[in-house]
Nanobody, 126 residues
Framework: VQLQASGGGLVQAGGSLRLSCAVS????????MGWFRQASGKEREFVAA????????YYADSVKGRFTISRDNAKSTVYPQMNSLKLEDTAVYFC????????????????????WGQGTLVTVSS
């Protein structure tokens, strides 16, 4: 299973970015997907997740109302649209696949994910 994350970059505070994570080697439509981030010197933290069906999404309080996660099963890709970016959103963003097929809830901890992308850096400047 391979995950290829892309879309990171430098953006001014208040701006927007859309990340992408393309998955291969797994039946994408059967697994929930999640995004986590890790700022320098900090632990990896949950950002957003979407269920295998796309019908359930969950967001960290810090990004709720600003980020939107979606998935395109035809392209085996998951996207977080990140709007109104803040300085504190600066981090390396990682996508992961849920370890359980068709989980009925949205996984929000790293231990529930078994494969990870390489990470993409998002830098928000003032």
């Amino acid at each position: 299973v391979q995950l290829q994350a892309s879309g990171g970059g430098l953006v001014q505070a208040g701006g927007s970015l859309r990340l992408s994570c393309a998955v291969s080697g797994r039946t994408f439509s059967s697994y929930g997907m999640g995004w986590f981030r890790q700022a320098s010197g900090k632990e990896r933290e949950f950002v957003a997740a979407i269920s295998w069906s796309g019908g359930i999404t969950y967001y960290a309080d810090s990004v709720k109302g600003r980020f939107t996660i979606s998935r395109d099963n035809a392209k085996s890709t998951v996207y977080p649209q990140m709007n109104s970016l803040k300085l504190e959103d600066t981090a390396v963003y990682f996508c992961g696949t849920d370890s359980v097929r068709s989980r009925t809830i949205v996984a929000r901890t790293t231990k529930l994910y078994d494969y990870w992308g390489q990470g993409t850096l998002v830098t928000v400047s003032s």
